[in-house]
């Protein structure tokens, strides 16, 4: 990763820092109620990595993981209960949460689950019923 570009990643307290380094895989909006109900927001911003992308640089000790479901292995601190980012190992991503890269430059380019949205968005971009074909889904895009 000599001249790809590295970001700077931390929870809320700090307490965990990591990096992501190159370029995402995907950036956009996920409107589904798992994304929801654990960012406690009307829709998350995610950006897509490799897992080979993401490295913890301080307090991997302090790291807890949750999954509802074998697809998503989400990671929180656990000193201060921030969210840092979610393993979609079926997806072979990691989706770290945009609100804890420190100096990325968020240029969202899709909304996926859009039909579970609560806080519609006319913004342009695609609007995905589920995820997009080369993601497991159906590739629908529905209307804004």
């Given at each position: 990763m000599n001249d790809a570009a590295?970001?700077r ?16 895989e995907?950036?956009?909006?996920c409107?589904?109620e798992?994304c929801?109900r654990w960012?406690?927001g ?5 950006t897509?990595w490799?897992p080979?992308?993401?490295s913890i640089?301080?307090?991997a000790?302090?790291?807890g993981?949750y999954n509802?479901?074998?697809?998503s292995?989400?990671k929180w ?9 979610t393993e979609?190992?079926?997806?072979g ?5 945009a ?5 990325f430059?968020?240029?969202p380019c ?7 949205s ?5 913004d ?9 074909k ?11």
């Open positions: 590295t970001y990643c931390q929870c809320f307290c700090g307490a965990v820092k990591f990096i992501v380094s190159g370029k995402p995907g950036v956009g909006y409107h589904c798992s929801r960012s406690a009307p829709v998350n911003a995610f897509l490799k080979d992308a993401v640089t301080h307090g000790d302090h790291i993981t509802k479901t074998e697809h292995y989400r601190c656990r000193v201060c209960g921030g969210h840092l980012f979609h190992p079926g997806l991503l990691t989706d770290v949460y609100a804890v890269i420190v100096d430059p968020y240029e899709v909304h996926v689950h859009y039909t579970e609560k806080l519609p968005i006319k342009g971009l695609p609007k995905m019923k589920d995820l997009p080369d993601m497991g889904g159906s590739g629908v895009r529905i209307a804004e």
